[in-house]
Every structure is written in structure tokens, then in C-alpha cells.
């Protein structure tokens, strides 16, 4: 496999669900990211891993929890969503950080 | 505060009417400025990164300008295959290195 997959492609969840989205990057970079992506919005980071240090968007809501387990894998755990949170998220991985970002297809996800 | 705006919104095209998309920034100081192309239901696609006014870089039919203030992103005889969402984002320098996104401007091209 190539470049940044992303897993599941699609998720329909009920507000008291617990699930999580997976991705792995094959491109060896040394950042890792998540971005939501909304309608007529402009793509918002959500949290970014980078040799082993975590920045985080303080507006993204408790219930996503990120978790980097190396620098491959990354995680997002969903708990309690709304259905405000049904949208496009998509996992990025760069070179460094900062650098030109290779995205995923991304998780379409529907809350009900 | 960072800013990105793009313009226009929305654009259409008949095949082969070259166009412009424009981004226009704000920030303190510029370490890059980067193009990104998106498909329906998919993620963006790297195309560009441009780091200072002058600059220019081109792949088929498109071509990114940057001046002090703004981005061009050249589309020439466009075809119906560059149907997308073009996204620019601006990265600052000094402070935090997370590039700031623009709305994106959505290109249809009609055969």
C-alpha cells in the first residue's frame, strides 16, 4: 500500500456510539494530522502529532480523543458525538511539520 | 490573526476559457503558500508550494503566481477532467508552523 489510508471510509454512528477512525501513512513522514472538513468551511485542524509532541486545536470538543501510538498510525476516538459533528475528516501526513501535507481519502460521518 | 480568502466562490468554465482563481492572504510573515486540489468525496492533492513573490510554478495546464499579497492560480484551456475544488492554505512564519486554509474555490468545466 501507498501513500495515507484511511479507515473506515464510511461510519454511521447514534450519539451515545463509541467508535474509532483509523489511518496509516506508508510515506515514512515525521508529522501526522487530522482536519475536519464541513461544508462551506474552510478544512479545521484538529490535531497534529509531530516527533512525539501533540498540538491541538483547543475548540475541538473532549469528546474526539486523538492517540499517535507511532509514526504511522493514528487514531481518532469518537464518544458522545452530536450530529453537528457529522462531516468529512481526514487524516494528513507531512515530511515535517508544516510542510506540504498528502491526505487520506477521508470518513464521511454521519451522527444521528 | 491569519487570513485566507479565495475568490471567486465558484467558478464555470466552457473547455479551453483559461481563467484565474485567486487567493488572497494576511499574515505577519510568509513561510509558504501551498495549492492543493480536491475531488468530490476525496481528500486534496498536493500541487504547489511557492515561498516568495516572483515565484511561479507550473504543472500542465495550471500555473501559481505569488505576489506580496495574493496567489494566482492560472487554469489554460482548461478541460473538463480539471473539474475540482482548489484549495489555497498560508503558512506563517515565526510562531505556529499549522497552515491556515481558505474556503477553496469549486471549478466546473463544461465539455
Redesign the interface.
Known sequence: ETG?T?TPRHLVMGMTNKKSLKCEQHLGHNAMYWYKQSA????E?MF?YSLEER?ENNSVPSRFSPECPNSSHLFLHLHTLQPEDSALY?C?SSQD??G???????S?LTVL | EDQVTQSPEALRLQEGESSSLNCSYTVSGLRGLFWYRQDPGKGPEFLFTLYSAGEEKEKERLKATLTKKESFLHITAPKPEDSATYLCAVQASGGSYIPTFGRGTSLIVHP
Do not use: D, H, M, S
Not at chain 1, 462551506?40 to 478544512?43: A, V
Not at chain 1, 506540504?100 to 477521508?106: D, H, I, R, T
Open positions: 495515507v484511511q462551506k468551511k474552510p478544512l485542524l497534529v498540538v481526514l494528513a511539520p508544516g506540504e501535507l498528502f491526505f487520506g481519502e477521508g464521511r
